[in-house]
């Protein structure tokens, strides 16, 4: 028996065991690696998917909690006495406003409402509406008056001139609604925000509000 005819094979078989060893810890090695990075992929995951819901939860309080401003509508405004020639001695002036708070959550501290009859960019009346009130959120509130006697600062020579457009078919007006509105959140209270609402008014010639008048819009702003 030769020598050199074993070598190979000793070689061989003590080759074999060492290179399984190899194997096994090559493997191990792989399991350990691909493990740490799947536990950190999952902890990204959870960290993203908290985002996202953290996120989700912050957008949906803000869409519910962001004030909507007042909404103002103008439903009547009539003049009993327009047709009379010197109406103007006894004339009222008959409102309808309504302000609607469509916030859910979201409630509305107003301060007594101040009421501002306007012809031809010229004060000519003013009352004051209500007493402070709150208004609770989905909630619409009628503000009515009626606005004659000393509240009205209606000239002869006024009267002329509203009585001339009447005959060409269409007065305007313009009733300003002002007040002190403070947000209610929770029980979190808001400063007071000074707040004006315009209606634009045109009377026809039975002293009435004209239809394309009514029922419209009344153009908020804040001071
Ligand atoms: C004011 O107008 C509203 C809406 O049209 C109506 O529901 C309400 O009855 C009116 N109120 C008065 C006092 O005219
Ligand atoms: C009344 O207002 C309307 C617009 O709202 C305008 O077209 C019209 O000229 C005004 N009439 C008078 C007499 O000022």
Redesign the pocket.
């Known amino acids: 028996m030769r020598s050199e005819d074993r070598i190979p094979i000793q070689s061989t078989a003590g080759n074999r065991p060492m290179k399984r060893h190899h194997t096994a810890r090559y493997y191990a090695h792989r399991v350990k690696e691909s493990l740490t990075t799947r536990v950190s992929k999952l902890i990204c995951t959870i960290f993203l998917f908290i985002l996202f819901v953290l996120g989700l939860i912050t957008f949906i309080l803000w869409l519910s909690l962001r004030p909507h401003r007042p909404r103002f509508h103008i439903h009547e405004f009539s003049i009993p006495s327009f047709s009379q020639e010197n109406g103007y001695a006894n004339a009222n002036i008959i409102f309808n406003v309504t302000a609607r708070n469509s916030n859910p959550k979201v409630g509305f501290y107003y301060d007594a409402v101040q009421v501002a009859l306007n012809y031809?960019e010229q004060n000519i009346g003013d009352m004051t509406l209500l007493y402070p009130f709150y208004q609770e959120p989905k909630n619409t509130i009628i503000l009515t008056g009626n606005l004659g006697g000393a509240a009205l600062k209606v000239t002869g020579e006024r009267w002329q001139q509203i009585m001339a457009?009447r005959t060409?078919g269409?007065?305007?007006f313009s009733l300003e609604l002002s007040s002190s509105i403070r947000f209610k959140i929770f029980t979190w209270v808001s400063k007071r925000h000074k707040i004006h609402a315009t209606c634009?008014v045109?009377v026809g010639l039975d002293g009435s509000i004209l239809p394309s008048y009514k029922d419209k819009k009344c153009p908020v702003y804040f001071t």
Request: hydrophobic share 40%; charged share 25%; net charge neutral.
């Open positions: 031809q457009d060409r269409v007065v305007n634009a045109g």
